[in-house]
T-cell receptor, first 112, second 115 residues
Framework: LAKTTQPISMDSYEGQEVNITCSHN???????ITWYQQFPSQGPRFIIQ???TKVTNEVASLFIPADRKSSTLSLPRVSLSDTAVYYC?????????????FGTGTKLQVIP | NAGVTQTPKFRILKIGQSMTLQCTQD?????MYWYRQDPGMGLKLIYY???????DKGEVPNGYNVSRSTTEDFPLRLELAAPSQTSVYFC??????????????FGEGSWLTVV
């Protein structure tokens, strides 16, 4: 199983760039890496996904090194509304099915 | 677009009672999931399904049962409710397996308190 490890929490001031790294040493060849964002009292929502190298969308960038054993979510110029828990997700095959488990996530607190 | 719809949103149960959390999705997704999230903690997978008639246990299945008779619906049954089942429950769905690049869509959650 591709278990993920992330920092439990991070603090950042408004306007700064935030980088959250996730380790997934046992990632399978065909696995994608996906990041989700969860606000209090809401279900997680998709932020960004990648397989290798760099992916950028209107919300974030995702950096994946060649060995794919880690990935870094980059949030440019964070604001107070970016305060949330961020989950790194790497799927795992179990008996032929893709059992999807989330790690503990990283709680990002943006400070004014 | 409705997406993933869960009912009820809030419920208080007495110890030993049973109930069913309803979940339906209108995206024709094959995969459906039930997670629970205790206060300040991460998501724990209870059960999941890869299609109608096919279900499998997740990380914390004890005390719960599921069924998947249609593509759209994936109810979660709590038998003999216990205080340890006080949590927020999220239903989710995806077209295919998440590790293959499919996005998981979550419902708004169901807050359950067992007293």
């Amino acid at each position: 199983l591709a278990k993920t490890t992330q920092p439990i929490s991070m603090d950042s001031y408004e306007g700064q760039e935030v980088n959250i790294t996730c380790s997934h040493n046992n990632i399978a060849t065909n696995d994608y890496i996906t990041w989700y964002q969860q606000f209090p009292s809401q279900g997680p929502r998709f932020i960004i996904q990648g397989y290798k190298t760099k992916v950028t969308n209107e919300v974030a960038s995702l950096f994946i090194p060649a060995d794919r054993k880690s990935s870094t979510l980059s949030l440019p110029r964070v604001s107070l509304s970016d305060t949330a828990v961020y989950y790194c997700l790497v799927g795992a095959n179990s008996g032929g099915y893709q059992k999807v488990t989330f790690g503990t996530g990283t709680k990002l607190q943006v400070i004014p | 677009n409705a997406g993933v719809t869960q009912t009820p949103k809030f419920r208080i149960l007495k110890i030993g009672q049973s109930m069913t959390l309803q979940c339906t999705q209108d995206m024709n997704h094959n995969y459906m999931y039930w997670y629970r999230q205790d206060p300040g903690m991460g998501l724990k997978l209870i059960y999941y399904s890869v299609g109608a008639g096919i279900t499998d246990k997740g990380e914390v299945p004890n005390g719960y049962n599921v069924s998947r008779s249609t593509t759209e619906d994936f109810p979660l049954r709590l038998e003999l409710a216990a205080p340890s089942q006080t949590s927020v429950y999220f239903c989710a769905s995806s077209w295919g397996g998440a590790s293959s690049g499919n996005t998981i869509y979550f419902g708004e959650g169901s807050w359950l308190t067992v007293v």
